[in-house]
């Protein structure tokens, strides 16, 4: 029985162990479980978000956009969707730094959801408006943050599971004129990832356009 469950979670492994790479001495990170699944009715697709404590940032990444358990797709080549998401937030002065996690985390399965609802499928290099365009993502909706932009993440490479490839995308938040100049084609995503000169979000960043 046990060695049934071990390959049942094989895809949940993986990602655990290549988070594990770089953070060593965290065998037990925050973790924002889903507590009624998408199958069964659920309003978050993922099945989890673990979240570590990266020095001066929490490093987010996310559980069920591969195939954690068993292999369920035909293509055997890539996990589920193929992707994993991850955010880093910046430790701040926050009124409440728990609840600005879980603002996160309730991000990132909004984004999952677009996927599992439309089948779109975030690679890097890559954008996404979130709010209207005056909301901040933050807890109070006040920052400069709106949107995001996509990068592959840097720590965290692309794994080869049981049930094919993972690629890890990292979400950054950027400010609604940074959008603009991307949609008016002023500035590549790449180009604004160098001018922001970090993948770590700040909420209190000014925007670089």
Same mark, same amino acid.
Request: proline share 2%; glycine share 8%.
């Given at each position: 029985?046990?060695?049934?469950?071990? +390959?049942?979670?094989?895809?949940?492994?993986?990602?655990?162990?290549?988070?594990?790479?770089?953070? *060593?001495?965290?065998?037990? *990170?925050?973790?924002?479980?889903?507590?009624?699944?998408?199958?069964?009715?659920?309003?978050?697709?993922?099945?989890?978000? %673990?979240?570590?404590?990266?020095?001066?940032?929490?490093? /987010?990444?996310?559980?069920?956009? $591969?195939?954690? /358990?068993?292999?369920?797709?035909?293509?055997?080549?890539? %996990?589920?969707?193929?992707?994993?998401?991850?955010?880093?937030? =910046?430790?701040?002065?926050?009124?409440?730094?728990?609840?600005?996690?879980?603002? +996160?985390?309730?991000?990132?399965?909004?984004?999952?959801?677009?996927?599992?609802?439309?089948?779109?499928?975030?690679? $890097? @290099?890559?954008?996404?408006?979130?709010?209207?365009?005056?909301?901040?993502?933050?807890?109070?909706?006040?920052?400069?943050?709106?949107?995001?932009?996509?990068? *592959?993440?840097?720590?965290?490479?692309?794994?080869?599971? *049981?049930?094919? =490839?993972?690629? /890890?995308?990292? /979400?950054?938040?950027?400010?609604?004129?940074?959008?603009?100049?991307?949609?008016?084609? =002023?500035?590549?995503?790449?180009?604004? @990832?160098?001018?922001?000169? $970090?993948?770590?979000?700040?909420?209190?960043?000014? %925007?670089?356009?």
């Amino acid at each position: 029985m046990g060695e049934m469950n071990k +390959i049942k979670n094989d895809g949940w492994d993986a990602i655990t162990n290549a988070c594990e790479k770089i953070y *060593p001495n965290q065998k037990d *990170p925050k973790h924002y479980g889903t507590l009624i699944s998408w199958q069964l009715g659920g309003n978050d697709p993922l099945k989890g978000i %673990s979240v570590y404590d990266a020095g001066d940032c929490w490093h /987010f990444v996310t559980y069920g956009l $591969s195939e954690l /358990f068993d292999k369920e797709t035909d293509n055997k080549d890539i %996990s589920g969707y193929g992707m994993e998401f991850t955010f880093k937030l =910046k430790k701040d002065n926050y009124e409440d730094e728990e609840m600005e996690i879980r603002g +996160i985390c309730g991000i990132l399965q909004s984004i999952a959801r677009q996927t599992f609802t439309t089948g779109e499928i975030f690679n $890097s @290099y890559e954008y996404l408006y979130y709010t209207d365009y005056s909301e901040g993502i933050d807890i109070k909706k006040q920052s400069n943050i709106t949107g995001f932009i996509t990068i *592959p993440d840097k720590e965290i490479e692309s794994i080869m599971t *049981p049930n094919g =490839k993972v690629n /890890f995308v990292e /979400f950054i938040g950027v400010t609604d004129a940074e959008l603009n100049a991307i949609m008016n084609k =002023k500035i590549t995503v790449r180009e604004l @990832y160098k001018k922001i000169g $970090s993948d770590i979000t700040n909420y209190n960043r000014r %925007s670089v356009i």
